[in-house]
């Protein structure tokens, strides 16, 4: 079943006699989807206000669609979002909606925040066929449920979203990274002491085949001097380079999982605490890839890996997203779980989005 506007959307809720598998593109079939299908080809450009920063789009809109359309402004979505669909071994496009519901946010969240940072509004359809609005295209106190951080991350368990409205930035007109040739468990204080320093620093991770990789943006003149700046400070950690022309291929690579695409093995995303990174990699074992300064681990384990066993003990939360983990969600605390319980209560009483998705 296909909808391509609000009001089908909502008859199509409203009239289910079952569960409903609701998806935007298909790229990001991570967990138990159950029910009839419910494709969301709710899509185009509601809104676009350049010089207010802002954008209002339909939630089927292929994310490629509105890059281009902003990019033209020298515009772009702030979080960076990735493209799961080739590493997850999917074909499609990659929806707006999708990226909001798994709060897809990729190496710029440890400046710019993630994907709900920069989620001013929202229209969804809640489980009882009700059109829902929160947010709208400024930033502002609303009271009861802050509906648009809800929404982000809820994978589509609260709502079938319609349209979503963001803040944009403008695009950095240049940018550079600094390389350092360290292996990945060595990889964590050099990545911390990039991102303690005073350069602004809009990514640091370790790549496969490539090592630690630190990226600075802005101006020319600026991002010259804190690249260079950052060699100097990476230079007691090991060999180190400065990388122009690449380095937007680098981040590329880095976003989009691009050593994992076409490899067999679980995939497993973990996020934790920094400063457990380089400990949880040793006993990980695999192939990994770091991003956030050592804050998010993807690593790629043999299939039928327990990632959570094998990384035990961590502070956070580990995700199977390609792979047939028992449970592919971090099982959550007691109190959260009652706390979720509720919230679903409330705006899926049916328990027909979604169900078994975040289970």
């Not at 899509?43 to 209002?56: D, K, M, N, Q, R």
């Not at 400024?138 to 929404?151: A, E, S």
């Not at 990388?243 to 995939?267: C, N, T, V």
């Amino acid at each position: 079943m296909r909808v391509e506007s609000e009001a089908q959307l909502a008859e199509a809720v409203r009239d289910a006699g079952g569960a409903l598998a609701v998806r935007g593109g298909g790229t990001r079939p991570v967990g138990r989807c159950l029910g009839e299908p419910l494709e969301v080809g709710i899509s185009g450009i509601t809104l676009y206000e350049p010089g207010a920063l802002t954008l209002v789009v339909g939630a089927g809109t292929p994310l490629a669609e509105v890059e281009a359309a902003i990019a033209a402004e020298g515009q772009r979505l702030p979080f960076e979002p990735a493209n799961w669909g080739p590493v997850l071994g999917v074909r499609g496009q990659s929806t707006v909606g999708g990226v909001v519901a798994a709060n897809v946010s990729g190496p710029r969240r440890v400046q710019a925040g993630a994907c709900r940072d920069s989620l001013i509004g929202t229209r969804f359809v809640d489980g009882r066929g009700q059109i829902v609005k929160n947010g709208g295209r400024v930033m502002k106190n609303v009271t009861g449920y802050d509906l648009v951080k809800l929404m982000a991350g809820s994978w589509g368990t609260l709502g079938v979203m319609s349209e979503v409205a963001f803040k944009l930035l403008p695009a950095a007109p240049s940018q550079a990274t600094v390389v350092i040739d360290l292996p990945a468990g060595a990889a964590q204080v050099a990545l911390a002491a990039a991102l303690g320093s005073p350069f602004d620093v809009s990514g640091a991770g370790w790549l496969p085949g490539t090592g630690a990789v630190v990226r600075v943006e802005g101006l020319a003149e600026s991002v010259a001097y804190r690249a260079e700046q950052l060699r100097r400070l990476m230079e007691p950690f090991g060999p180190v380079r400065v990388e122009e022309e690449g380095s937007a291929a680098i981040w590329q690579s880095l976003r989009d999982l691009e050593p994992f695409i076409g490899k067999d093995g679980d995939l497993w995303r973990l996020s934790v605490k920094p400063s457990e990174a380089s400990d949880i990699v040793a006993r990980l074992g695999g192939e990994v890839l770091l991003d956030w300064g050592g804050g998010l681990i993807w690593a790629l384990l043999p299939e039928g890996s327990d990632g959570r066993a094998l990384a035990a003990p961590y502070t956070g939360h580990a995700t199977c997203m390609r792979g047939a983990a028992g449970v592919t969600f971090e099982p959550e605390p007691a109190p959260i779980a009652t706390l979720t319980t509720a919230l679903r209560a409330q705006f899926d009483p049916k328990g027909i989005l979604n169900p078994g998705r975040m289970g």
